[in-house]
C-alpha cells in the first residue's frame, strides 16, 4: 500500500494512471483547495494539512508504510487551519519551517512522518518517464547568445541562499531580467510579457539548493511553453533528471513549431 499525499498540479494525476495501470494499492491524502479530481475515488480522504492525527490514522489503519509526495501544497493561513490534537503538537513546528518557504514545510511534514516510521518516497518512482536525460529535444538547440545566458541564469540560480524558494529565472542579452517569487514561474512569465517578434532569453528552472529530490521538482507543461513563447523567450533549460517534465510530446512539437529550444543540462 502507498500513500499518495496529493496537491494541485497535473502531476498528481499522471501519478496515479500509472499507479491504477500496475494496479498497485493506494490511498489518496487529498490536501488540494481548487481542485475536487480525488473526491469521487473511494481511497481518498480530504485531510487539512494540520490534521497530523487523521494523517497518521489513515496511513496506519491502512498500513501504509511508504508515501509520496507531489503537487503544489502552497504556504497555509495557520490562523484559519482546521487543527486536530497532533495537528496542536506539530504546529509549532511547521510554522516554524514556514518562515524558511513552502519547501521547507513539506521537509517538517517528511520528518514527521519518519518520526512515525513511515517512509518518503520519490515522486518520480513511478512515472520516471517524466523527467529527461542530458541533451537537446527541439530542432533549434541553443546558439553561443543563448549559451551564454543559460550560463548567468544557472550561476544566479546556484547562488541564491540557501532557503530561497525561488526555482526559476529568466536571462536575456546576458543580463537577469526577473528571478521566481512566490507567484510561481508562471506569474513571472506573465510579468514579462514581450510583444517583440524577435525571441531572445531564456527561462531556467532548477532545483532548489540543498533541495530534497524526493518532493517538490521543477515542473513544466505546455502551458509553461506558452507562457514562455508571450514573453518572447527563445528556450527553456531544466537539470538532468531532476525536474518533471509533462505533455512532452505536445512540448516538443510546441517547440519545434515556433523555433524554440528544450534543453537539458
Request: proline share 3%; glycine share 6%; charged share 30%.
Given at each position: ?15 496515479l494512471k ?8 493506494y ?8 481542485t ?8 481518498s480522504?480530504k ?6 492525527g487523521?494523517?497518521?490514522e ?20 495557520f ?5 486536530d490534537?497532533?495537528?496542536i503538537?506539530?504546529i509549532?513546528?511547521i510554522?516554524?519551517?514556514?518562515n ?23 515522486s518520480?518512482?513511478f512515472?520516471?518517464?517524466?523527467t ?6 527541439s ?15 544557472i ?5 541564491l ?8 529565472t529568466?536571462?536575456r ?10 507567484g ?7 510579468k ?11 527561462l ?14 521543477p515542473?513544466?507543461?505546455l502551458?509553461?511553453f ?5 514573453a ?5 533549460v531544466?537539470?538532468?533528471?531532476q525536474h ?8 516538443i512539437n510546441?517547440a519545434n513549431k515556433?523555433?524554440m529550444?528544450?534543453?537539458?543540462k
Amino acid at each position: 500500500m502507498i500513500g499518495l499525499i496529493f496537491g494541485e498540479t497535473r502531476f498528481p494525476i499522471e501519478i496515479l494512471k500509472k499507479i491504477k495501470k500496475k494496479k498497485i494499492k493506494y490511498l489518496i491524502i487529498d490536501l488540494t483547495k481548487k481542485t475536487t479530481q480525488f473526491k469521487k475515488d473511494k481511497n481518498s480522504y480530504k485531510v487539512s494539512i494540520g490534521q497530523f492525527g487523521k494523517i497518521i490514522e489513515i496511513l496506519n489503519k491502512n498500513k501504509c508504510k511508504k508515501v509520496l509526495f507531489a503537487g503544489k501544497v502552497a504556504k497555509p493561513n495557520f490562523s484559519k487551519l482546521k487543527l486536530d490534537l497532533k495537528g496542536i503538537y506539530y504546529i509549532p513546528r511547521i510554522v516554524k519551517a514556514s518562515n524558511l518557504g513552502d519547501a521547507a514545510i513539506l521537509k517538517e511534514v517528511i520528518k514527521i512522518l519518519y518520526e512515525q516510521k513511515i517512509k518518503t518516497i520519490s515522486s518520480l518512482k513511478f512515472n520516471p518517464e517524466l523527467t529527461l536525460k542530458k541533451g537537446n529535444y527541439s530542432k533549434i538547440k541553443p546558439n553561443s547568445e543563448d549559451n551564454k545566458n543559460i550560463k548567468k541564469a544557472i550561476k544566479t540560480l546556484n547562488s541564491l541562499g540557501k532557503y530561497n524558494f525561488s526555482q526559476g529565472t529568466i536571462v536575456r542579452n546576458n543580463k537577469v531580467i526577473a528571478i521566481e517569487s512566490k507567484g510561481g514561474t508562471e506569474q513571472m512569465l506573465k510579468k514579462c510579457k514581450s510583444s517583440n517578434l524577435k525571441k531572445n532569453g531564456v527561462l531556467v528552472k532548477y532545483p532548489k539548493k540543498s533541495q530534497d529530490l524526493r518532493i517538490d521538482l521543477p515542473t513544466v507543461g505546455l502551458k509553461t511553453f506558452q507562457l514562455t513563447k508571450n514573453a518572447g523567450l527563445k528556450g527553456i533549460v531544466l537539470k538532468n533528471k531532476q525536474h518533471v517534465f509533462l505533455e512532452k510530446k505536445a512540448c516538443i512539437n510546441y517547440a519545434n513549431k515556433y523555433k524554440m529550444f528544450i534543453s537539458i543540462k
